[in-house]
């Protein structure tokens, strides 16, 4: 039969809907007419899933579709093709699941890619906001307007346009963009402005590598030994169940299953502690390094009263800066960190006491976990991101590692200190299988030095200025660099051009954000929706998703690989980013060929051809992929036969490549073990080759970004927006206008925010506002009560679940909701949280999603529709 996708393309007047009745239709007849007879992609009766039609077997292609958003997952996909229609899903059944040899098993968000793909709201052409001219931008209209189609040609040449208009005018400075195609284009046309961040890792994004910490799996030992090893996890605000999608939940659930105990510290019950049976100790969002300082304090305490919790070995050889006799050479030894925990200069003991005024746990609790974590038992100490993306918190990643260098965590089977999350939770260690290089050439030329952070990157557009650190678009400083200057530079934004991520909806303080976009010349988005970058712009440029493009590779846990190939031609009109930078390009009298020199499909090529697993023992790389002349001139590339272990051919057909894994194998990994063993000739990536607990370097460059300032030791400092902003007058006890913290969590309805669109996963999670039960009851909410979140940037409408599985007077608010503004601007009705979170930039320019302050009240307007009933964001044309 004829695809019915060439059919639609062949029609230029078919409706959204038109769309995806035709698409369900032609599900529904690809159902029936399949053949039953001699297909070996036969498949079982179908389910509700399968279109709406009769159980019956469907003849087709199973293809390995990507599932490539940021979760830090990355599990197998696998999709139902014929003429072109997904008709079904399923996940990894290459092999019998099992604890050692787990299948790669995709969640609920990627189980229904196909619903954004082949989606009602995907964008079909460019399109251009009708109150948009390059005479007349009106602005003050952007994100209120109508919209209407156009053309490529006419779309790529108001995008020059006005790209050129902003060079002429006024500078390539003037050029604020963001994603790494684009970003190509733009470097070559001159430069442009960029942004920087923390982003997921807060804090841990400059300090953990300074103090020579670990950001990634480098701290966490691997599943194996986790699971015959470790007595004893204690948590700190980590929820792999919910944000690191994949088998990391699983691997941990296997050393419960073996003895192993949990203890979690949290704002939040979340599922992760109720599956492991952990016990909860609440504490209140971004007092992690309270608590930790008291903590440190219970071990120095504990231990001198002869309760041997403190490995003075691995302290006094492995780390500096503990006491006054491990200070670094020149440095004042009355700054260690053992004297300011004892208060001995400033008069104030950080007693466990002291710490539970600060973060709730109680100092009797703080007391006996110092004998709990005692170095005589196999302790896992992990965090997540979470606690360090919070105002002030420099030093939480550096009081974290003090506690497991104090108590000789570190280096040894069943102990680790380290974080748990993305890819590597449940997981430490190196990846064994890994993607090759994609060949496209480098462009090392950064014409434009401008990068700003983007907890004040709206208020840089609406004021014209911008604190300079010395950074370009990345989180990481090498131990070398200059110290940042934190100098106050002019900015004149006139062009907003979003080529990748979500930038308005993900940085902080949102309502400013869209006042920033209501302000330039010129915003144009590359979408596949009309996300809420598109949604303020005045072009938007339809891209493919991965679902339409040649193929990749996607890297998740340490053990396999995953290879995806194309699924449908591209729909519509809808284009990649880097065939709308090439024509670009053109458009800008430049040769395409500068911005890639090689296609999509030799780049993809390129990756598998280069792709490498360890072998048996545990240490030699070599390649994965069988690569025969065939398949080279199958796949229309350059390259050269090789041997794998795997063929090309059976790599897409089983889409994954997975090491089996045994205790006792090679692949085995204990974070920190050669440093351990012999720390000088196993030095870590700080200055001294220690882990520094006294670290001048990283006091020097934070204090240099003009932000706040911190010590080289970690203290306890007061968050903006933190617990004590609460208070009108925390002296008193007296709470202020904003007397809730409210705090963010990934929600297994979106990646971020991607899929927040799709209403299956609308019905299957509810997005309300999680508030404690008593403080419900006070305020006079009960569940199902639409209720008004207010906060010094805004304020959000949701309806109110009431738990007690958050602490009294924290409020909860799912992260990534797409902002739907009211008509006059005032609330936003689905509960984006960039809304309540404002653009406060400290210490090394962290964004604070996790310290915030609220009130909240019952609303007394219209109560709003579930999030399942509402709309999708669609553009009608």
């Not at 952007?142 to 500078?171: F, H, P, T």
């Not at 030095?683 to 010590?711: C, D, F, H, Q």
Request: with cysteine.
């Amino acid at each position: 039969m004829t695809s019915y996708l060439e059919r639609i393309r062949q029609s230029s007047d078919i409706t959204r809907r038109g769309f995806i009745k035709a698409s369900a239709a032609a599900t529904a007849a690809l159902a029936v007419s399949g053949s039953l007879a001699g297909c070996a992609n036969k498949v079982e009766p179908a389910d509700a899933n399968a279109g709406g039609t009769e159980a019956v077997a469907v003849d087709g292609e199973w293809v390995t579709a990507a599932c490539w958003h940021n979760c830090g997952g990355r599990c197998l996909n696998k999709v139902l093709v014929k003429d072109g229609v997904a008709l079904r899903q399923k996940t990894d059944d290459t092999h019998e699941d099992s604890p050692d040899y787990p299948q790669q098993r995709a969640c609920l968000r990627g189980r229904s890619q196909r619903k954004q793909v082949f989606s009602a709201d995907r964008i079909k052409y460019p399109m251009k906001r009708k109150g948009w001219s390059p005479d007349n931008p009106q602005g003050e209209l952007r994100g209120k307007d109508e919209w209407e189609r156009i053309e490529w040609d006419e779309a790529l040449s108001y995008v020059a346009d006005e790209l050129k208009k902003a060079k002429e005018q006024y500078g390539n400075r003037s050029i604020l963009a963001a994603g790494s195609e684009i970003g190509r284009l733009l470097t070559l046309f001159g430069g442009y402005t960029a942004s920087w961040g923390t982003g997921s890792y807060g804090s841990f994004a400059l300090t953990a590598g300074i103090i020579g910490a670990e950001v990634w799996s480098g701290g966490i030992n691997d599943r194996i030994d986790m699971r015959e090893n470790t007595e004893l996890f204690v948590m700190i605000g980590s929820n792999p169940a919910w944000s690191s999608g994949g088998s990391p939940a699983f691997h941990m659930l296997q050393a419960k299953e073996n003895g192993a105990r949990f203890v979690a510290i949290d704002p939040y019950y979340n599922d992760t502690y109720e599956l492991l049976g952990a016990e909860w100790l609440p504490i209140r969002p971004g007092q992690d390094t309270a608590f930790l300082i008291g903590l440190a304090y219970a071990l120095i305490d504990g231990d001198a009263q002869g309760g041997n919790l403190i490995d003075w070995d691995f302290l006094n050889t492995h780390a500096i800066g503990f006491d006054a006799e491990h200070m670094p050479e020149g440095s004042d030894p009355r700054g260690n960190f053992r004297d300011y925990v004892l208060g001995t200069y400033d008069g104030l003991p950080k007693t466990p006491e002291w710490a539970a005024e600060l973060c709730g746990i109680s100092g009797e609790r703080i007391r006996q976990l110092a004998e709990e974590i005692a170095p005589s038992r196999a302790v896992a100490l992990m965090c997540g991101w979470a606690p360090a993306r919070t105002h002030n918190s420099d030093g939480f990643p550096q009081v974290f590692s003090t506690i497991g260098a104090m108590t000789g965590h570190m280096g040894k089977p069943g102990h680790m200190t380290g974080v748990n999350c993305h890819s590597a939770a449940g997981n430490g260690g190196p990846s064994l299988v890994n993607p090759g290089p994609s060949g496209v050439a480098a462009i090392k030329e950064v014409p434009v030095d401008d990068s700003i952070n983007k907890t004040e990157i709206w208020k840089a557009i609406m004021t014209g200025r911008y604190t300079w650190n010395g950074r370009s678009g990345t989180v990481t400083m090498p131990a070398d660099a200059e110290k940042a200057p934190g100098e106050v530079r002019d900015i004149d934004i006139h062009v907003i051009y979003h080529g990748g991520g979500a930038a308005l909806q993900t940085t902080d303080a949102m309502s400013e954000g869209i006042a920033a976009h209501r302000k330039v010349d010129f915003v144009v988005s590359h979408a596949q929706f009309l996300t809420t970058n598109a949604l303020y712009s005045d072009i938007i440029l339809p891209v493919t998703t991965l679902w339409e493009r040649p193929g990749g590779l996607l890297t998740g846990n340490r053990e396999m690989l995953i290879m995806y190939t194309q699924v449908t031609e591209p729909l519509f009109e809808s284009q990649s980013d880097q065939w709308i930078a090439r024509e670009l390009a053109k458009k800008l009298g430049m040769e395409e060929s500068a911005v890639y020199d090689i296609d999509e499909n030799q780049q993809f090529f390129n990756t598998v051809a280069g792709a490498t697993y360890v072998e048996d023992d545990g240490v030699t790389a070599s390649p994965l992929v069988t690569i025969t002349e065939e398949d080279i001139e199958e796949w229309g590339a350059v390259g050269t036969p090789q041997e794998g272990v795997i063929s090309f051919k059976d790599f897409k057909e089983k889409g994954v490549y997975q090491i089996e894994r045994k205790a006792g194998d090679n692949y085995g990994f204990v974070a920190y073990s050669g440093f351990a063993k012999d720390p000088e000739s196993n030095p870590l990536p700080s200055l001294s080759g220690k882990l520094e607990i006294y670290s001048a370097r990283l006091a020097e460059i934070v204090n240099g970004m003009g932000y706040s300032t911190i010590e080289p030791v970690p203290t306890y400092i007061p968050q903006a927006c933190g617990y004590e902003a609460t208070f009108g007058d925390y002296a008193a006890g007296e709470k202020g206008d904003y007397p809730f913290q409210i705090f963010n969590i990934h929600y297994l309805r979106r990646s971020h925010t991607v899929f927040d669109n799709i209403p299956w996963l609308r019905e299957a999670w509810a997005n309300p506002v999680y508030l404690n039960a008593q403080d419900a009851e006070e305020r006079n909410i009960a569940a199902g009560d639409t209720v008004r979140i207010t906060s010094p940037y805004g304020s959000v409408l949701r309806k109110a679940t009431l738990t007690n599985r958050v602490i009294p007077g924290v409020v909860m608010l799912p992260h990534g909701a797409w902002v739907d503004m009211d008509d006059d601007d005032e609330n936003d009705t689905a509960g984006a949280d960039n809304v309540i979170c404002g653009g406060c930039p400290t210490g090394q320019g962290v964004s604070g999603w996790n310290t915030a302050i609220c009130n909240f009240e019952k609303y007394d307007g219209e109560a709003i529709v579930d999030d399942a009933a509402r709309p999708q964001r669609i553009i009608c044309e």
